[in-house]
Every structure is written in C-alpha cells, then in structure tokens.
C-alpha cells in the first residue's frame, strides 16, 4: 500500500491570501492527482501528472496549480485564496500498470476554509 | 451516460445482514475495476479490486464482475454499524485513468 502524505491537514486562511497544499508519497509512483471534494459530494479531479515536468487540467475547472518536479512531490497552489475555494483537497497517487493493477491509493486530505 | 453509474443511497441495511452495492460502466474496454469506503470526512480508502470476471472475496467482502453486463458488484456480508459509509466505485477506462462514480451511501442499521 502506498504511503501518501498531505500537509497541512486543516487550514484557514484570509481572502487573497496564496496557499501551497503539500503532496508527497514515498512509493515511487508515477501517476498523481488532485481531488476537490465538498462535504457529501462527489469527487473532483482537478489536476493531474504522469510523471516529473507533466501535468494536466482534469474535468472540474479551478483556479489552481501544480507543479511535478520530483517524483514523490505533487504540490498545489492557489495564488489568491477566495471563499469560494473553501472545500476538501485530496491528493491520490497510483503505480505503473502491471498485470493488470493500477491501484490508487489518496492521502488523508486537506479542509480548507477560506474566510 | 455517465462513465461509471451508482445508485446514491441511502441504502438501509439491518446488521448482520447482507449489503449489496452496484455499479454499471460505459466503457466496454475497461479492465480494472476498485471499490473505496469513504466514512464521513475522511479520505477514500481501497478495500478490493477486480480484474477478472467472476467473484473475489476478502473477509466479509466479495466483488463481482461481470465485464459482459458492465456491472460490478460489492458484497458486505455480516453487516456491521462501522461498515455505514459511502462506498465509491471506480473504473480504469481506456485512457488509463480512473473514473470515480459518485458513490452509494450505505447505513447498517443496529
């Protein structure tokens, strides 16, 4: 099982502020991605990466970045906090697809509240 | 249609009964198949995958898959009050990315 670790698990935050929500794992996998969820909703993937210098926009539109310049290290960032950003930010990870097994296993997630 | 399809629940189930969740998938070609438990606040957490069809046990759960149907199944047997939570399936579609559906909140009823 893989190890994937968030930081900081809460955080609130003033409107304009910029925030960085930390991702690492330590399974050497290539693939991660962030999830924004709200409470009771389903999952939204936000970004995306296949690997070091690769990302991409997933299928809910948001106003953040990321950035995949190690391997184990996928972090987020929101140049100018707005309430609207308040919700929980998952991050996920998943190894090489062999015989079959692309397993994604998520970090314990980061509340954000934006006042 | 949607990718992956789930019904939202609530689903009430007495304890010590047998809890049956479904799932239905849009992609023909898909071959991987997961199911995550979710509890209120927490983050997803992987409890079984399925890559063949036919059945897969472990402990008190067994998934089922049949890829002709595009269906896949979760088992809970001997339902417990800790097993109330949202149950998410997922799907691993041609362009290898995993596709959540939006899950079915189950409640084992004491």
């Known amino acids: 099982e893989a190890d994937i670790y968030q930081t900081p698990r809460y955080l609130v935050i003033g409107t304009g502020k910029k925030i960085t929500l930390e991702c690492s794992q330590t399974m050497g996998h290539d693939k991660m991605y962030w999830y924004q969820q709200d409470p009771g909703m389903e999952l939204h993937l936000i970004h995306y990466s296949y690997g070091v210098n690769s990302t991409e926009k997933g299928d809910l539109s948001s106003e953040s970045t990321v950035s995949r310049i190690r391997t184990e290290h996928f972090p987020l960032t929101l140049e100018s906090a707005r309430p609207s950003h308040t919700s929980q930010y998952l991050c996920?990870?998943?190894?090489?697809?062999?015989?079959?097994?692309?397993?994604?296993?998520f970090g314990p997630g980061t509340r954000l509240t934006v006042l | 249609q949607k990718e992956v399809e789930q019904n939202s629940g609530p689903l009430s189930v007495p304890e010590g009964a047998i809890a049956s969740l479904n799932c239905t998938y849009s992609d023909r070609v898909s071959q991987s198949f997961f199911w995550y438990r979710q509890y209120s606040g927490k983050s997803p957490e992987l409890i079984m995958s399925i890559y063949s069809n036919g059945d897969k046990e472990d402990g008190r759960f067994t998934a089922q898959l049949n890829k002709a149907s595009q269906y896949v199944s979760l088992l809970i047997r001997d339902s417990q009050p800790s097993d109330s939570a949202t149950y998410l399936c997922a799907v691993l579609n041609r362009d290898d990315k995993i596709i959540f559906g939006k899950g079915t909140r189950l409640h084992i009823l004491p």
């Open positions: 996920a990870s998943s190894g090489p697809r062999t015989g079959g097994y692309n397993e994604q296993f």
